[in-house]
């Protein structure tokens, strides 16, 4: 399956135009290149990347090598899946102007090449006497960022010398250390950089202009992404905003209107940012008395002991006049300027500015190295709006005194890495080292029993999510783009949803779903109708359309959408846009095309779902559902896990949906008193009902019931069955018990499951019920579980060998006692006596 994904994508590519991107300066020669490619290839932008092999000096030792898999994150097979090897200490040397600043750009792809483990590679690479990393390991920033490749892009000042030396020098600290590089770009620059004011101070500047910088965020302010070849010549990315805006003030975008017209004010401006920049904005919205309360507020996380350079770009594309609109910017809550107003500076609507200022990040103990970037009305200076604008920002690390532009490497978290680790060794049975260091004890040799039988290359790495929300930079990763995707597949898409959140007119969404016709409709829920979509021309959505009388609905839309685009992960449902406009509210989601996990079990006419594919979707929804309880930055309760919520994407991928009723650690100040448990019938915890205490052991639970669902193919409630038989989780652990599970579970399934897998299985559904949820596995258990039922039914012979660990008792984390904030009539009294027996029964 996964080979022909990779033909089609590289027939997308093929099919595209190739449209080279020139210099510049022809006088200066700009330098695209495949490292280790023995040819010439063209990237998914048409971009033309040539070989390395002239830059180099002979008398280095260098190799050529593959990466042995192809994570399906990456947007295009060049540069990346061919890389240059260094052992030893050596240089790429490129003629160059001496009087023109350089873009250069590092891409690295972490895999294994040749045998090497990138887990293994730490390595400098110096540029110019500039040292642009150093002990840095692509694995680790890779795994701490969650992404599949890293993109590093610095300016250069002029090489002197006419010539650009950039060398490689492995570590000396690891052992087996390595060097590499998938693809370099040398692409001469014009000055665009200038002294920039130092905020906090009244006359001091930093000299930009005679350093080096490392670019750290590119956003398009309330627009959408722009690709290198849509850039105005320079080659930049750009990238939307809004997953770095704090909490949920996200203002308001717009968009110039057709008839505007944006002009540069000058021919070299155009350098400074494309008009699409300039073109879309954010601001802070229509209420003035919201406004004046509120900060519009951006969070980046970079690296302490470094100068950073921050440029706004902005372009009125409303108001006409000064102090129409004027407001204060605040950087790491400091003013760093009082009173701006576009026009003033412009002259006039339709005109880009830009503006510079600097900023020096220490390095506080115990505090998260940040850069806050807020907006707000100047209220002193009465504008007539009260309101603030900006169109496009950029942040610039500068080099230190010592010539210094490398920061640590990123930290992942412990969970993550663990979780990484697990799902590691069962894919690449190469790299034992892995585990070393993470796993200890019962659990570790269990892990490497498993590295050792295993035949199975599948990929495991979670990839497309954020470690921990807004803070890390997803920037580069999450590529690819929105504009040029008119006839994709929905592979296509869930790149293009990998990238970020976008905001639909309603036009849009009326003309996608013509004009919410009812046959289009795929689902009815409590929040309003599902209806199947098209956008772009082609792109097949899930539109959900918001009840406009269901008051609810607006908490719950709200939150979806705070936590879906935050949240990024191949098993949970990616969340494309939304729309917010005439009281609407719309959420555009990924294309399901093979619907809900439910349609495919009981009561369908759909063909039955093999084991093994089952147990796939169990280990993927089980990841999501790990994801959101370790990987992002609080823990986040889903509460509603049951077979409905679990999508399947045309390739059968899991994905967890429906987080209208989730719940963070951030929710905690909430104290509002609680009458009901919201939730699903069959599903839900009963611990949680008798105490109305939340826990992710909740989300445990109900996933037990979503096992026994999958395995004996009948709902979790059916109250037309005898007593004892009502509720399947219930019944199948009664059944458990008394050694008679194999008589319940699908007949479809008979004598087609392992034995061993069969008892891996069902124990792990069980443990998930356990009366208390401190007795109940953590996610992750159950993945590991579920991950090595897959091993016994797969290779029973080798997996036999080893002996399991027993429930390893991982510490309970914190519980959370969320109280409800609403109360709801719409539970059928019926359902609710038969859950009140179902709580009391004495069966457990
Ligand atoms: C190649 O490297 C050798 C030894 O490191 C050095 O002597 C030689 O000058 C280099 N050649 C070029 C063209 O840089
Ligand atoms: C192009 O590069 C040459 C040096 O090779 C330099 O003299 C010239 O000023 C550059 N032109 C521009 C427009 O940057
Ligand atoms: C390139 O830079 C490295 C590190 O600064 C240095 O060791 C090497 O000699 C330089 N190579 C040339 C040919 O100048
Ligand atoms: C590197 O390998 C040597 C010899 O095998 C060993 O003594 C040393 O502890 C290793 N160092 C590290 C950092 O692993
Ligand atoms: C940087 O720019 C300023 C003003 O544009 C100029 O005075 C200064 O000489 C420049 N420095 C360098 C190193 O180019
Ligand atoms: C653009 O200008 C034309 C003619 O002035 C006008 O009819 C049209 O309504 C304008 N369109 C917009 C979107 O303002
Ligand atoms: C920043 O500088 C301080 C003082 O020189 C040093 O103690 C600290 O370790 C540095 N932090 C980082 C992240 O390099
Ligand atoms: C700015 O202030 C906010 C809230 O007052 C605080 O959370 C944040 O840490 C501050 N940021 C910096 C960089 O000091
Ligand atoms: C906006 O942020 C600044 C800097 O942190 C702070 O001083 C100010 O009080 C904030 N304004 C509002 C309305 O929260
Ligand atoms: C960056 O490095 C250059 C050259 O080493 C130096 O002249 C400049 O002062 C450095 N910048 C800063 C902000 O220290
Ligand atoms: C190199 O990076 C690794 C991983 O981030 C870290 O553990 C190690 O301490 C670093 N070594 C140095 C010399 O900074």
Same mark, same amino acid.
């Given at each position: 399956?996964?080979?022909?994904? *990779?033909?089609?994508?590289?027939?997308?590519?093929?099919?595209?135009?190739?449209?080279?991107?020139?210099?510049?300066?022809?006088?200066?020669?700009?330098?695209?290149?495949?490292?280790?490619?023995?040819?010439?290839?063209?990237?998914?932008?048409?971009?033309?990347?040539?070989?390395?092999?002239?830059?180099?000096? $002979?008398?280095?030792?260098?190799?050529?090598?593959?990466?042995?898999?192809?994570?399906?994150?990456?947007?295009?097979?060049?540069?990346?899946?061919?890389? /240059?090897i260094?052992?030893?200490?050596?240089?790429?040397?490129?003629?160059?102007?001496?009087?023109t /600043?350089?873009?250069l750009r590092?891409h690295?792809?972490p895999?294994?090449?040749?045998?090497?483990?990138?887990l293994?590679?730490?390595?400098?690479?110096?540029?110019?006497?500039?040292?642009?990393?150093?002990?840095?390991?692509?694995?680790?920033?890779?795994?701490?960022?969650?992404?599949?490749?890293?993109?590093?892009?610095?300016?250069?000042?002029?090489?002197?010398?006419?010539?650009?030396?950039?060398?490689?020098?492995?570590?000396?600290?690891?052992?087996?250390?390595?060097?590499?590089?998938?693809?370099?770009?040398?692409i001469?620059?014009?000055?665009?950089?200038?002294?920039?004011?130092?905020?906090?101070?009244?006359?001091?500047?930093?000299?930009?202009?005679? $350093?080096?910088?490392?670019?750290?965020?590119?956003?398009?302010?309330?627009?959408?992404?722009?690709?290198?070849?849509?850039?105005?010549?320079?080659?930049?990315?750009?990238?939307?905003?809004?997953?770095?805006?704090?909490?949920?003030?996200?203002?308001?975008?717009?968009?110039?209107?057709?008839?505007?017209?944006?002009?540069?004010?000058?021919?070299?401006?155009?350098?400074?940012?494309?008009l699409?920049?300039?073109?879309?904005?954010?601001?802070?919205?229509?209420?003035?008395?919201?406004?004046?309360?509120?900060?519009?507020?951006?969070?980046?996380?970079?690296?302490?002991?470094?100068?950073?350079?921050?440029r706004?770009?902005?372009?009125?594309?409303?108001?006409?006049?000064?102090?129409?609109?004027?407001?204060?910017?605040?950087?790491?809550?400091?003013?760093?300027?009082?009173?701006?107003?576009?026009?003033?500076?412009?002259?006039?609507?339709?005109?880009?500015?830009?503006?510079?200022?600097?900023?020096?990040?220490?390095?506080?103990?115990?505090?998260?190295?940040q850069? %806050?970037?807020?907006?707000?009305?100047?209220?002193?200076?009465?504008?007539?709006?009260?309101?603030?604008?900006?169109?496009?920002?950029?942040i610039?690390?500068?080099n230190?005194?010592?010539?210094?532009?490398?920061?640590?490497?990123?930290?992942?978290?412990?969970?993550l890495?663990?979780?990484e680790?697990?799902?590691?060794?069962?894919?690449?049975?190469? $790299?034992?080292?892995?585990?070393?260091?993470?796993?200890?004890?019962?659990?570790?040799?269990?892990?490497?029993?498993?590295?050792?039988?295993?035949v199975?290359?599948?990929?495991?790495?979670?990839?497309?999510?954020?470690?921990?929300?807004?803070?890390?930079?997803?920037?580069y990763?999450?590529?690819?783009?929105?504009?040029?995707?008119?006839?994709?597949?929905?592979?296509?898409?869930?790149?293009?949803?990998?990238?970020f959140?976008?905001?639909?007119?309603?036009?849009?969404?009326? *003309?996608?779903?013509?004009?919410?016709?009812?046959?289009?409709?795929?689902?009815?829920?409590?929040?309003?109708?599902?209806?199947?979509?098209?956008?772009?021309?082609?792109?097949?959505?899930?539109?959900?359309?918001?009840? =406009?009388?269901?008051?609810?609905?607006?908490?719950?839309?709200?939150?979806?959408?705070?936590?879906?685009?935050?949240?990024?992960?191949?098993?949970l449902v990616?969340?494309?846009?939304?729309?917010?406009?005439?009281?609407?509210?719309?959420?555009?989601?990924?294309?399901?095309? &093979?619907?809900?996990?439910?349609?495919?079990?009981?009561?369908?006419?759909?063909?039955?779902?093999?084991?093994?594919?089952?147990?796939?979707?169990?280990?993927?929804?089980?990841?999501?559902?790990?994801?959101?309880?370790t990987?992002?930055?609080?823990t986040?309760?889903?509460?509603?896990?049951?077979?409905?919520?679990?999508?399947?994407?045309?390739?059968?991928?899991?994905?967890?949906?429906?987080?209208?009723?989730?719940?963070?650690?951030?929710?905690?100040?909430?104290?509002?008193?609680?009458?009901?448990?919201?939730?699903?019938?069959?599903?839900?915890?009963?611990?949680?009902?008798?105490?109305?205490?939340?826990?992710?052991?909740?989300?445990?639970? $109900?996933?037990?019931?979503?096992?026994?669902?999958?395995?004996?193919? /009948? =709902?979790?409630?059916?109250?037309?069955?005898?007593?004892?038989?009502?509720?399947?989780?219930?019944?199948a652990?009664?059944?458990q018990?008394?050694?008679?599970?194999?008589?319940?579970?699908?007949?479809?399934?008979?004598?087609?499951?392992?034995?061993?897998?069969?008892?891996?299985?069902?124990?792990?559904?069980?443990?998930?019920?356990?009366?208390?949820?401190?007795?109940?596995?953590?996610?992750?258990?159950?993945? %590991? &579980?579920?991950?090595?039922?897959?091993?016994?039914?797969?290779?029973?012979?080798?997996?036999?060998?080893?002996q399991?660990?027993? &429930?390893?008792?991982?510490?309970?984390?914190?519980?959370?006692?969320?109280?409800?904030?609403t109360?709801?009539?719409?539970?059928?009294?019926?359902?609710?006596?038969?859950?009140?027996?179902?709580?009391?029964?004495?069966?457990r």
């Amino acid at each position: 399956m996964k080979s022909k994904t *990779h033909i089609f994508i590289s027939l997308i590519f093929l099919c595209l135009t190739i449209n080279t991107i020139q210099a510049q300066n022809k006088t200066s020669p700009s330098y695209v290149l495949d490292c280790g490619a023995s040819g010439d290839g063209t990237d998914s932008d048409g971009r033309k990347w040539t070989q390395d092999t002239k830059f180099l000096n $002979s008398s280095d030792k260098t190799a050529t090598a593959k990466a042995q898999s192809q994570d399906p994150a990456l947007p295009s097979p060049v540069p990346y899946m061919t890389a /240059r090897i260094f052992t030893s200490p050596s240089s790429y040397m490129f003629p160059v102007s001496p009087a023109t /600043r350089l873009w250069l750009r590092l891409h690295f792809y972490p895999s294994t090449y040749n045998n090497l483990f990138a887990l293994d590679s730490y390595f400098s690479v110096v540029a110019d006497g500039f040292t642009l990393l150093k002990n840095f390991s692509a694995f680790i920033t890779a795994e701490a960022l969650t992404q599949a490749y890293i993109v590093r892009e610095f300016s250069l000042t002029p090489a002197i010398s006419g010539k650009l030396n950039v060398t490689f020098i492995p570590s000396t600290e690891h052992n087996r250390s390595f060097a590499f590089v998938n693809g370099i770009e040398v692409i001469p620059m014009p000055d665009i950089f200038q002294p920039a004011a130092l905020v906090g101070f009244n006359d001091q500047s930093v000299d930009v202009n005679s $350093s080096s910088l490392q670019t750290m965020i590119r956003l398009n302010v309330g627009g959408q992404y722009i690709s290198a070849t849509k850039d105005s010549g320079l080659t930049r990315t750009w990238y939307d905003d809004s997953p770095y805006i704090f909490g949920a003030g996200l203002g308001v975008t717009f968009h110039a209107d057709q008839n505007a017209t944006i002009k540069y004010s000058t021919d070299a401006s155009k350098e400074i940012a494309p008009l699409d920049v300039y073109s879309t904005a954010r601001s802070m919205g229509g209420n003035p008395e919201v406004n004046k309360k509120y900060n519009l507020t951006w969070v980046f996380q970079v690296d302490a002991n470094f100068t950073y350079v921050l440029r706004f770009h902005f372009c009125e594309l409303l108001f006409t006049k000064v102090n129409q609109r004027s407001f204060d910017i605040y950087i790491n809550n400091q003013t760093a300027q009082h009173g701006a107003d576009v026009i003033a500076w412009s002259g006039s609507r339709g005109v880009p500015v830009y503006k510079d200022f600097a900023i020096y990040v220490s390095d506080q103990v115990g505090v998260d190295d940040q850069i %806050w970037v807020a907006l707000t009305p100047t209220v002193s200076m009465n504008p007539e709006f009260m309101d603030a604008i900006l169109n496009g920002l950029e942040i610039f690390k500068v080099n230190d005194s010592s010539g210094n532009l490398a920061g640590p490497n990123p930290v992942p978290s412990d969970m993550l890495l663990q979780a990484e680790a697990k799902g590691r060794s069962f894919s690449s049975g190469s $790299s034992s080292h892995v585990i070393g260091g993470v796993a200890g004890g019962i659990a570790g040799c269990a892990v490497a029993a498993v590295v050792v039988i295993t035949v199975s290359k599948k990929r495991k790495r979670m990839n497309n999510g954020q470690s921990s929300g807004i803070n890390w930079l997803p920037l580069y990763s999450h590529s690819h783009t929105t504009a040029q995707s008119t006839n994709s597949n929905s592979s296509h898409l869930s790149t293009l949803a990998a990238g970020f959140c976008r905001h639909f007119s309603f036009s849009e969404i009326k *003309h996608g779903t013509k004009n919410f016709n009812e046959s289009l409709v795929i689902g009815v829920g409590g929040f309003g109708k599902v209806y199947k979509g098209v956008i772009d021309g082609g792109t097949k959505v899930a539109i959900k359309r918001s009840n =406009p009388s269901s008051e609810q609905g607006i908490t719950e839309f709200q939150t979806e959408i705070e936590m879906l685009s935050k949240l990024r992960h191949k098993h949970l449902v990616s969340l494309i846009g939304f729309c917010e406009e005439d009281g609407e509210m719309i959420l555009v989601y990924d294309y399901m095309a &093979n619907g809900t996990l439910r349609e495919h079990l009981y009561e369908t006419n759909k063909p039955s779902l093999s084991w093994k594919q089952r147990l796939d979707i169990c280990i993927g929804a089980a990841r999501g559902l790990h994801y959101l309880h370790t990987g992002a930055k609080y823990t986040i309760i889903h509460r509603d896990v049951k077979t409905t919520n679990i999508l399947l994407d045309d390739k059968w991928v899991a994905k967890v949906s429906d987080f209208g009723l989730s719940k963070t650690g951030s929710d905690l100040n909430q104290t509002h008193v609680s009458t009901v448990v919201k939730g699903s019938f069959g599903y839900l915890d009963p611990e949680y009902f008798r105490r109305q205490q939340l826990t992710e052991k909740s989300d445990v639970y $109900s996933f037990g019931v979503v096992l026994f669902e999958v395995l004996c193919a /009948r =709902p979790a409630l059916n109250p037309s069955l005898p007593k004892e038989q009502i509720s399947l989780a219930d019944w199948a652990l009664l059944c458990q018990r008394k050694g008679t599970l194999d008589e319940i579970i699908d007949p479809q399934l008979k004598g087609k499951i392992n034995p061993e897998c069969l008892k891996k299985f069902a124990d792990t559904a069980q443990k998930c019920l356990a009366d208390h949820g401190l007795h109940r596995p953590s996610m992750g258990d159950v993945l %590991w &579980n579920l991950e090595f039922a897959m091993q016994l039914q797969e290779n029973p012979e080798a997996a036999k060998r080893f002996q399991l660990p027993e &429930n390893n008792s991982e510490k309970d984390r914190e519980t959370l006692d969320v109280v409800e904030d609403t109360t709801e009539g719409e539970v059928d009294e019926h359902m609710k006596a038969i859950f009140q027996q179902l709580v009391n029964s004495s069966a457990r």
